[in-house]
């Protein structure tokens, strides 16, 4: 076990050192609003949103306040909070499980799948937080039924969850298994379960005193570009969502790992636990009521349609990992399977596609040679160049703009500048309206951009749909 706990740490230096570790616009954002925080201005949630907490935003300000802004200060977080997940699933694995299955989930949960090997070097704002918050209120949830008598138990039960409801919805992913199986347990202590409450509304004070000011907003439900039925979404769960979170598919292509294979094994996996529910008397009673309850869950999100690197079925993975680790039991095939992890770990990310462009140095040393300081420019460069520039460079997107202050800085400048990739011929469309409407204008090319430095003013309203940044 100890070579694949070395493994996986040797997987996420290799990832981040090589052409998956490109800091991408999603992660800048999360590291100036880190930035902000370090700065002392709070923020309740994500920027522009009115959910998803700022908690392991938190703990990325700690890292810039005592490193700088540096893509290393924003990729740290995920990768230790992915450790820490780890141990907590073996943690809690040990209450259920002999010690080498336990082990042996943790262990799974570090080096598979390739999706979230990929995103534990990925800062995304909540994701890791949100897991590990979850995987502690199960423990907590635990504890409370192994000592009847304690209330402190509960009072970190309520604290995490209340930690849990700020930061993310999903915490209903472990709230509500934790519950059914509290319930339904015939050693708790419910005169200790009012302890629970101080602990939740200290946990959740952020989300209450942010609702308590703006008129309860965090209760809408956020719109999306689409929408899938209950079952419809139920149904990308079980065969788009959980192949990528078993390995089987390849995340964002969805191809399948080993065609006709891939599949069976999935199928079989699944009959394997049934079996296994059906003639054992040892079952994980709370992890199996949170595998079986996570794709009715899941369909109840608004994200449910959304699959890509299967994001949203990471916090399936502790559930995923105990039941595997459960069924299978014997340590030789609990090593034989974390092997065939590994393997289909590493074929996985070596079939993730290269996020480009990989490195943005040059660009914003060329930017600052011409001395620009304000440019609009798309999300997806917009906020790296704002980030890795150190804030020399306020860059926002028009139409994704995720904070209002970097607009308004752009707007107020009289002399914009607009940035396209080099190849997408934005740029000469934009320079062919500029010359049409007389407005001066001189271009600076850098290695992955064409910039358009305008001598007049032009604010993006002003330009087609489709040439706004």
Same mark, same amino acid.
């Given at each position: ?10 997987l ?29 201005h ?7 949103q ?10 990325? %300000?700690?890292? *810039? ?11 740290a ?8 997940? !780890? ?7 040990r ?8 082990? %042996?989930?943790g262990?799974?949960? #570090? ?39 304690? #209330? ?5 039960l ?7 409801f ?12 934790a ?5 339904a ?7 200790r379960?009012? %302890?629970?409450i ?8 952020? #989300? ?47 191809? #399948?790992?080993?065609?006709?294979? $891939?599949?069976? $094994? ?9 079996? $296994?529910?059906?003639?054992?008397a ?16 899941? !369909? ?5 349609w ?18 595997l ?43 600052? !040679? ?10 997806? *460069? ?10 020399h *460079?306020? %860059? ?11 607009? &308004?800085r752009?707007? !107020? ?19 062919? =309206? ?16 064409e910039?358009?430095? =305008? ?10 749909e &489709?040439?706004?940044?």
């Open positions: 076990m100890a070579g694949l706990v070395v493994a996986g740490l040797a996420r230096l290799w990832v981040l050192l090589g052409r998956l570790g490109t800091l991408d616009s999603d992660e800048a954002v999360v590291g100036l609003l880190a930035h902000r925080l370090a700065q002392g709070g923020q309740a949630f994500y920027w522009a009115h959910y998803a907490g700022t908690l392991e935003p938190g703990l990325v %300000a700690a890292v *810039i306040a005592a490193t700088g802004l540096s893509v290393v200060a924003v990729k977080v995920p990768l230790a909070l992915s450790a820490v997940m !780890a141990v907590l699933v073996w943690r809690l694995g209450h259920f499980l002999v010690e080498r299955a336990a082990q %042996a989930a262990v799974l949960c #570090w080096v598979a799948p390739a999706s979230y090997v990929w995103w534990a070097t990925k800062e995304r704002g909540f994701y890791w937080v949100s897991i590990c918050l979850g995987i502690g209120l199960l423990l907590a949830a635990v504890h409370a039924a192994d000592r009847p008598h304690r #209330w402190w138990p509960w009072a970190a309520g604290l995490l969850a209340g930690a849990g700020w930061t993310s919805p999903t915490v209903v992913y472990f709230a509500l298994p519950a059914g199986w509290l319930l347990g015939k050693r708790v202590d419910w005169s379960a009012p %302890a629970a101080p602990g939740f509304l200290l946990g959740s004070l952020p #989300w209450l005193v942010h609702n308590l000011g703006h008129g309860w907003p965090s209760l809408d439900r956020p719109s999306q570009p689409q929408h899938v039925g209950y079952l419809g979404g139920m149904g990308r769960f079980l065969w788009r969502v959980l192949p990528i979170a078993l390995d089987l598919r390849v995340p964002i292509s969805e191809r #399948w790992q080993v065609p006709v294979l $891939a599949p069976l $094994a999935l199928v079989g996996a699944a009959a394997a636990v049934v079996v $296994a529910v059906v003639r054992r040892d079952r994980p009673l709370l992890v199996l009521a949170g595998l079986v309850a996570f794709p009715f869950l899941y !369909a109840l999100f608004p994200v449910a959304f699959v890509g690197e299967g994001r949203y079925g990471l916090f399936a993975l502790p559930f995923l990992a105990l039941t680790a459960w069924v299978v039991r014997r340590p030789a095939l609990l090593l034989a399977l974390a092997g065939v992890a590994l393997a289909l770990t590493m074929s996985g990310l070596h079939h993730l596609g290269t996020e480009r462009p990989r490195h943005i140095g040059t660009d914003i040393a060329a930017l600052r !040679a011409a001395g620009v300081d304000r440019v609009w420019a798309d999300y997806w *460069i917009a906020y790296r160049l704002t980030y890795e520039s150190h804030l *460079i306020t %860059a926002t997107s028009a139409r994704s703009a995720r904070y209002r202050p970097y607009v &308004d752009a707007l !107020a400048d009289t002399t914009p500048a607009y940035a396209y990739g080099r190849r997408d011929g934005r740029a000469r469309r934009l320079a062919a =309206i500029l010359g049409a409407r007389h407005l001066p204008f001189r271009t600076v090319r850098t290695p992955h951009l910039v358009l430095l =305008i001598g007049g003013p032009l604010v993006p309203d002003d330009l087609p &489709d040439l706004r940044p």
